[in-house]
């Protein structure tokens, strides 16, 4: 099994920032892309940001230019600074982590459990 460790979440007034932090277990497995992932009440979840394993990414409309995502393939972690924060990026925010085991080739989608961000005016 692979376990996704959130932090980072938190309340924040408009305009400030904060950083998201993921780190997946360790095992006889190794993680394609690595992203971050929204849901806000009522909606469906989406794509923020995606980093490669080589570091190339992606990120949706809404958040480019104010949030960079970054990933450490040593520890098995993804990072997300959302900066210039406005209350539409209120959310539960989720990593995402694509992995493959060694014994391959199929890729699994593993989740983390979710953390609050809440951005007030």
């Known amino acids: 099994q692979v376990q996704l460790v959130e932090s980072g979440g938190g309340l924040v007034q408009a305009g400030g920032s904060l950083r998201l932090s993921c780190a997946a277990s360790?095992?006889?497995?190794?993680?394609?892309?690595m992203g971050w992932y929204r849901q806000a009440p009522g909606n469906q979840r989406e794509l923020v940001a995606v980093?490669?394993?080589?570091?190339?990414?992606h990120y949706a409309d809404p958040v480019k230019g104010r949030f960079t995502i970054s990933r450490d393939n040593d520890k098995n972690a993804v990072y997300l600074q959302m900066n210039s924060l406005k209350p539409e990026d209120t959310a539960v925010y989720y990593c995402n982590a694509k992995v493959v085991f060694d014994h391959g080739p199929r890729t699994y989608d593993y989740w983390g459990q979710g953390t609050q961000v809440t951005v007030f005016s």
């Open positions: 360790r095992g006889a497995f190794s993680i394609n892309d």
């Open positions: 980093i490669s394993s080589g570091g190339a990414t």
